[in-house]
């Protein structure tokens, strides 16, 4: 064997030392590409998006979102079940996306967010997916991200399919969304929002949109007051929406640069009040409520009381406790004063300033708050033991949102928190939930989107004419006369391992 003898190891020695400029150069060029990611000299950037998705359509849109980012950003991918609030401030950027329910945010976000740290300094990008309700998403996310003290960088929106709400057509005027072009745009979005995070992170100004105020702003930035069934304005500055934000642009500039991508999916440029309609975000006047995948509320004009809801103060623990105060978007609850017992328990809301959004009742994991009397009534639950198959099975606890379904009890039991989404009455594979007051929570509701002269489809098609929506299921071939609530298949819907949905308007083999 040949040995390495004293004049190869120094020749060595010299060529591994005319080696270190070259490898200094090249390290440094590494890092600098590294750098790129965030401001000169510092380390990468990372980024999360954490999603719900009840029936897919979101978790479709937030892979898209995360295959964008991902392509020049360290960026994960979390189910907000997964997730932990209190590991979000190791991340430079946070995207939250969801579905809209009850012209608003879904609770177990507003709860994920309540329980995050500070996060001042950390960038911020929200998106959703809905039905033919495009409205109050942003506003009461925003509202929520801002109490962190996020610096929002841009937001999105995109057309999904309904799978699990009752009252819906089946087929319904949005499914077969989002698609291969509904994707591309996600995806591009996530580019878009890694650039931006990266520009402003390396000291450039004037990258991220203003978000939008005043009257006749996209419905997305617009609270909804369930209630009275009427838009509010948008939000204004020193309001706790975009508190802390600097400037703020005129609702044109906003709606068109405000974060959303134009591509071959929209031919038209969104406009600050959506489609002329007399009305806010595009919706008409009068339009009965959409349930969770509609944007709706459980409700429409007519339909419903005025609604408010009540503290029983032996189950309220606040201060320990203050998610339902945290998660109103219009500051109306005022515990401190019920708890001090300077107020009674019955004038803790402020009810002329209470939009009846039901996040108190949603967020609250004490069955402390109620509405009395109630919207056109949330689904009523109920468990058969005698075909339910748990512990084996257990998809209708592992799916429901907030967690609701307590099998501690026999029969099993919801808590109030319970979203109304009918989920795990859809899921349930040995039909053993039943819904005893489905002909008056959902019928009624049926009824008032029946028809091509519906509201909801009114409101899809004036988005259809501005170039904002793609009609994938021609308007004949909608099923106005086949709400879900009469499929009596068990289950209704399938999800796959990505959360995926298959609606089962035939018997499904699992």
Known sequence: MKTFGRRQFLGAMAGSVALL?????????????????????????????????????????????????????????LKVKKADPKEMAQYDVVGIGGPIWFYRDTA????????????????????????????????????????????????NDWFGGVYQVLHAPKPYLTDGHPDAIDLQEAEAFGREMADR????????????????????IDGLWVRHDLAGMNDLPGPKTGSSIGAGLAGSAAATTAAASGGVMPAAARTGKRNAGGPAMGTQGGVPS????????????????????????????SKCVYPRCDACIFGCPVNAIDLKLAVSGSKAPSEVIVKNACISC??????????????????????????????????KCTLCADKCPMNSIDFSTRPPTYHKNCEGCDLCYSLCPHDAISIPNLAEAQIPLAAAMNGPESPFAQSVGSYEKIGRFRRLVPLDKVGF??????????????????????????????
């Open 21 to 77: 400029p070259l490898r200094k150069i090249l390290s440094q060029g590494k890092a600098m590409a590294q750098g790129s990611a965030g401001s000169a000299g510092s380390k990468p950037l990372k980024a999360v998006i954490v999603y719900y998705s009840a029936t897919g359509c979101t978790a479709k849109i937030a892979k898209a979102i995360h295959r964008g980012m991902k392509s020049s950003m360290d960026c994960d991918l």
């Open 108 to 155: 177990n976000l507003k709860l994920f967010i309540h329980k995050m740290p500070d996060m001042s300094g950390k960038q911020s990008f929200l998106f959703c997916t809905h039905g033919t309700e495009p409205k109050g998403f942003f506003a009461s996310l925003w509202d929520s991200m801002s109490r962190k003290n996020f610096n929002l960088i841009g937001w």
């Open 197 to 216: 995070a990266k520009r402003i992170s390396a000291g450039e100004k004037n990258v991220a949109p203003d978000i939008p105020q005043g009257e006749g």
């Open 286 to 313: 009068g339009a009965p409520a959409g349930g969770p995948g509609g944007g709706g509320p459980p409700g429409g004009p007519g339909a419903m009381a005025k609604a408010y809801p009540e503290l029983d103060i």
């Open 358 to 391: 039901g996040l108190c009742e949603r967020m609250c994991s004490y069955d402390a708050i109620t509405f009395k009397p109630s919207f056109v009534p949330k689904s009523s639950h109920q468990i058969d033991m005698s075909k339910c198959t748990y512990p």
């Open 481 to 510: 006369q086949h709400p879900a609530y009469k499929n009596k298949n068990a289950p209704r819907i399938v999800l796959n391992e990505d959360d995926e949905a298959t609606y089962c308007d035939q018997p499904c083999k699992l």
